[in-house]
């Protein structure tokens, strides 16, 4: 049986693999039945460490479509930014940043804010010294390195809470 190179699979197609993996099924037998060799299921299944991602949703604090929306027909009106958070309830800062984030006055839409919203909302982030050399001007473009290893280094690098700095104490 010859398989393709390169298979895409489909949100409810990994969503059913997912169900067939926490039912105990085997990986020879969920690729038999999308027809497909075990190696194409466990890249799918591997890429999160066998835990499957829970589904995305949103903050219960964020914006709504419904309040974008009456934002954007309180730009429309003229309204003020304040009278705007009012109706809303929201602070004023909350619709002004939205506004700013999204266009401005001349160019907000309700559904491209939405839809900004939620693909700034998504995870893993761009760490903010990669995005912005300016933030961070003792790191070079080209990433030089003074050639020093962890293994040469008499402290550690990035003390974390597994590894205790001098002069702390902490209870058992």
Known sequence: MKYPTRIYYSETDKALMWDRWQKGESLNSIARHF????SSIQGVLARTGGIRVPQRRRSRLALTLSEREEISRGVVAGQSLRFIAAT??????????????NGGRRR??????DQSAWDRAHRPKTCKLVENRA?????????????VTRDHLQEPLHPGPWRLEKGT???P
Do not use: D, K, M
């Not at 027809?35 to 075990?38: L, N, Y």
């Not at 809303?88 to 984030?101: D, F, K």
């Not at 907000?108 to 804010?113: E, F, G, M, N, T």
């Open 135 to 147: 933030l961070a001007p003792h790191i070079s473009a080209r990433r030089e390195y003074s050639g």
């Open 169 to 171: 104490f902490t209870a």
């Open 35 to 38: 027809g497909r060799s075990h």
């Open 108 to 113: 907000y839409r309700a559904s491209q804010a």
């Open 88 to 101: 809303l309830g929201r602070a004023p800062s909350t619709v002004s940043r939205e506004i700013n984030r």
